[in-house]
């Protein structure tokens, strides 16, 4: 497989990826034959790149579209609450939805970040470089779902749909999609918590009973 610097070109993060066509590849738009599970780069047997960027490019295509419908329902709810609506920190309040859905869009852009950098380093050919930046790329997310844990009921359209997109691509650790399942079932907020020693001991229980 041949990549060039002339094939980058910006999509939110700082790269991405036209690798030109090969005997490796198997249809006319020149997608590679690959068994990647949804959100994996997987090495790619006889090429100098180390990560397949196709897959990489359409992990962050995901990602873009996830972080895209965010910011969109943040817009909606900052009309309809007032950019800072401060004062209530109660579960599913404006202020907590407001918070919730700002930080599940932060986290999205931090992974796209981080596979934005996975790509551009393998194209250099800086292979430990681009490994490291794919691990971190994959790590448990800091307010996915749990930002949707702040947000009042019934969340909006644009939170569902980008919350199942990330469960569906596979990137993050499997716990993370059964967490999305538990957010997207709750019929209510539920943190912050109004009694902090029954959160503390159903946590206790979900970690022993996993």
């Known amino acids: ?3 060039t610097l002339a094939g980058i070109r ?19 738009r020149g997608r590679l034959r690959t ?3 949804p959100g994996e780069a997987v090495r790619q047997k006889g ?4 990560l397949d960027l196709t897959e990489l490019a359409r992990t962050g295509r995901v ?11 943040r817009a909606r709810l900052e009309e309809q609450y007032g950019p800072s609506p401060y004062g209530d920190i109660a579960a599913g309040s404006p202020d907590q ?6 930080d599940m869009s932060r986290s999205v852009s931090d992974a796209l970040e981080k596979i934005a950098l996975a790509a551009g380093y393998s194209a250099l050919g800086f292979d430990h470089r681009a ?22 009921r019934p969340l909006g359209e644009a939170t569902v749909r980008a919350l ?22 709750a019929p209510q907020a539920t943190y912050p918590p109004a009694d902090w020693d029954a959160y503390a001991r159903e946590k206790r229980w979900r970690s022993e009973h996993r």
């Open 35 to 37: 068994t990647t599970r």
């Open 47 to 50: 090429s100098s790149m180390s």
């Open 97 to 102: 939805t407001l918070r919730g859905i700002t």
């Open 131 to 152: 490994d490291r930046a794919l691990r971190l790329a994959r790590m448990t997310p800091v307010s996915i779902p749990s930002g949707a844990d702040r947000m009042a």
């Open 164 to 185: 199942e997109m990330i469960r569906d691509l596979g990137l993050f650790p499997a716990e993370t999609g059964i967490a999305i399942d538990v957010a997207l079932a």
């Open 1 to 3: 497989m041949t990549c």
């Open 10 to 28: 910006s999509w939110h993060g700082p790269f991405a990826f036209f690798v030109s066509t090969d005997p490796d590849r198997d249809d006319a």
């Open 63 to 73: 990602l873009e579209e996830a972080r895209s419908l965010l910011e969109t329902d």
